[in-house]
């Protein structure tokens, strides 16, 4: 230890970011709220608030933006505490502890499961399987994937539900699968859609790319293919429910509280009105928690046939299956440009692996909503999604919106597409992407699905759109000067 | 093959691969076998037999200085006991196989896996949790930082890192980042604010030592 008493102390102070400040001069008419100037003039309108011109990039005056703001103490300060509140911290001295039975198989069905000697078990509350789930909420009929459910088991302590989970013995007819978009994209792939064609197809597109194709000097094919990622919360997934009479008060894990509600609502065929979701602390979910509200009814239900609280906290090789994940693609790319630069045409084709899922849902075949496409300035662009249910976990949006897994794939091409040009990667990128001034059509830029104020009159105009500086920034960051710049070499 | 503490302490005091066979074997009989059927006296027989039930005994456990009684069996994990029977539940368990730390609490000074520790082992020894840093009244330097530099997001792997920064801090009051990494190599954050804890545990060093004080 060593104290300097001429040395001044250093003050810590709250800095909960370190952000990176682009200085873009910026002309607006209008602003959503936020960042008004003292001689701004504030008109509440029916959808937005109305403000004079301001000028400059950040405003000088604003009093939330790059300020450092750390989370309100009364909520933050449990965190380091030990006191904030999760799902996982609630207990009652009479609950019961519920274990899952997993499915060991891709793809299956339950030829017998005797849970006799599990249900003779000390301690052992009930046991849930698919011959006394609810009406409402029955257990699946065909495990889909593997570590479905199969069975929970209800017991005085986690350890006594493990041991009597370990006594459930069961036989499976276990049936043909296929996990991957290779193996369902083979002749022989196993029919998992009941006789409807294996993938559900999309397309869309804008102008001609056959006619784009033709004006280019250069025409290049690429396939990429992304094996999917698994969001894992630090959270284990479960919760605890605690019957009050008619009265369910249910401390769980997910992202938002009335979908969960709802959730319970339908799976127990109850009101609403009689659910109390408390999820006040949350330990990240990262989307794919959000799959696990799936459980949910059942534990409820346990809880209500036992008339004990009943807690569920999901080891981590159990709760795998039961996470909704980013999806699995392949993607090929038709790009053609000509030989300054300027892309003419784009086809992009996706084949996504969207698991259990039974229909294709969200932008999961449409690359996260096009954004590439209304990104740049593509004249014409065509594409085409495939989505196949195959015999994995539910997929879905996890950790954005169905978009990295598509978007790494489009960078990649960009790289390559520039190297094939004998461009520089980030020169090319500013070729093709839009600019302040830049106008497109609903159509050629992609339909947003927000309405913004600069689209109401069926065209898209960016009135600032920083890319060169976000662009020059990052090179700076990243020491892009110093690269290999021979493409593929070593860095 | 499925294994649990309890296979592994059986096994382990038979001296040899004794944990219970789980494969199924017998004619298929169509539909639950069990309370919900009246078809389980056909059921084939199986293997699986049912095990005793474990001694329990009873055991003193001092936590934050305070000597706590707590009930448990050979195979009770020292989590167990923290959270469920004497009700500190600050320590979160996350992964449950000894990979996370979300459950680290100290054991004489020295950071433990909670899930993966024995409660047996920790009878009668000193074990420090998150309760033990500082309460919201009374706040300790690293959470006061931490709340500063929002070295928490979701909060959940807080108590596990904090106690053994502080383990860091006692033997080491002057560390290096790279003595802080290593020491917290351990610790799993999937908010990813891994700057944030190791610029955290830097400054309370200098907070501890007089160089810093929080604004």
């Known amino acids: 230890m060593s104290q300097n008493p001429q040395k001044p102390k250093e003050k810590i102070v709250a800095s909960p970011h370190k952000a990176i400040v682009v200085n873009q001069p910026m002309v607006r008419t209008f602003s959503t709220g936020g960042g008004h100037g003292p001689e701004d003039t504030l008109v509440e309108g029916d959808d937005k608030i109305v403000t004079k011109k301001w000028q400059g990039y950040p405003p000088e005056n604003l009093n939330v933006i790059g300020k450092p703001f750390p989370p309100m103490p ?84 986690e350890d006594l539900a493990e041991d009597a989970a370990a006594m459930i013995e069961a036989e499976y007819d276990v049936l043909p699968s296929a996990s991957t978009i290779e193996q369902i994209m083979a002749p022989n792939a196993p029919d998992l859609r009941n006789g409807r064609p294996k993938a559900v197809r999309a397309e869309s597109q804008f102008g001609d790319v056959e006619k784009g194709f033709a004006e280019a000097d250069i025409v290049k094919e690429f396939t990429y293919r992304y094996s999917g990622a698994i969001p894992v919360p630090i959270q284990p997934g479960g919760g605890v429910a605690k019957w009050d009479g008619d009265k369910l008060t249910f401390w769980g894990f997910g992202q938002g509280i009335y979908p969960q509600r709802t959730g319970l609502s339908r799976g127990l065929g109850i009101d609403a009105s009689n659910i109390r979701f408390i999820d006040k602390y949350n330990g990240c979910t990262l989307g794919g928690g959000m799959a696990l509200a799936r459980l ?65 849902g969200g932008g999961q075949g449409q690359g996260g909503g096009r954004a590439e496409l209304y990104n740049h300035v593509i004249p014409n662009w065509k594409e085409t999604g495939f989505m196949y249910r195959t015999n994995t976990m539910m997929t879905g949006p996890s950790r954005s919106n169905m978009q990295q897994e598509f978007k790494w794939g489009w960078e990649q091409m960009m790289d390559e597409m520039a190297e094939a040009v004998g461009m520089d990667p980030v020169q090319f990128r500013l070729l093709n992407v839009q600019h302040p001034g830049t106008v497109l059509s609903h159509a050629q830029g992609g339909v947003t699905v927000i309405p913004m104020p600069e689209s109401l009159n069926g065209t898209l105009k960016y009135d600032s759109y920083a890319v060169e500086e976000v662009l020059a920034e990052g090179m700076k960051v990243i020491g892009w000067e110093n690269r290999n710049a021979v493409p593929g070499g070593a860095p | 093959m499925k294994f649990s503490r309890r296979h592994f302490l059986k096994a382990a005091g038979a001296g040899g691969p004794g944990a219970v066979a789980l494969t199924t074997v017998g004619a298929g009989v169509a539909g639950v076998v069990g309370m919900h059927d009246t078809a389980a006296a056909q059921a084939p027989p ?3 037999t049912i095990p005793a039930p474990m001694t329990k005994e009873t055991g003193a456990f001092n936590v934050n200085g305070k000597t706590l009684r707590a009930e448990y069996e050979a195979r009770t994990t020292l989590w167990e006991v923290i959270a469920v029977k004497l009700g500190l539940t600050g320590t979160n368990r996350s992964c449950n196989r000894a990979s996370c730390g979300a459950c680290s609490v100290l054991i004489d000074g020295v950071p433990f896996y909670s899930c993966h520790t024995l409660a047996t082992e920790a009878v009668g020894k000193k074990i420090f949790t998150v309760e033990g840093l500082g309460d919201e009244k009374n706040l300790h330097p690293l959470q006061q930082v931490g709340y500063r530099y929002m070295a928490a997001d979701c909060g959940y792997c807080t108590a596990g ?42 400054d309370t060093g200098k907070v501890l030592r007089g160089e810093a004080e929080i604004v």
């Open chain 1, 74 to 157: 009364e909520v933050a300060i449990a965190r380091y505490t030990g006191k904030a509140e999760y799902a996982t911290r609630v207990n009652f001295p009479n609950q019961v502890w519920i274990k899952v039975v997993p499915n060991p198989h891709p793809r299956a069905r339950i030829r017998r499961l005797d849970v006799s000697k599990a249900e003779k078990m000390p301690g052992v509350a009930y046991i849930l399987t698919a011959a006394n789930a609810p009406k409402t909420y029955p257990f699946p009929q065909e495990l889909f994937f593997q570590g479905e459910l199969v069975a929970m088991v209800a017991a005085d302590t």
């Open chain 1, 296 to 360: 949910n009814p059942w534990i409820a239900y346990i809880a209500k046939m036992t008339g004990r609280p009943a807690k569920l906290m999901l080891q981590k090789d159990h709760e795998l299956a039961f996470l909704q994940v980013k999806p699995q693609n392949i993607v090929l790319f038709k790009v053609g440009a000509k030989k300054d630069g300027h892309i003419t045409a784009v086809h992009r084709t996706f084949h996504v692996n969207i698991g259990m899922n039974d229909n294709a």
């Open chain 2, 46 to 48: 199986s293997p699986l």
């Open chain 2, 161 to 202: 890192w904090e106690v053994t920064a502080k383990a860091l801090l006692d033997k080491n009051p002057n560390p290096t980042v790279d003595d802080v990494k290593a020491a917290l190599a351990g610790h799993i954050c999937r908010c990813a604010a891994y700057d944030a804890i190791v610029r955290t545990v830097i």
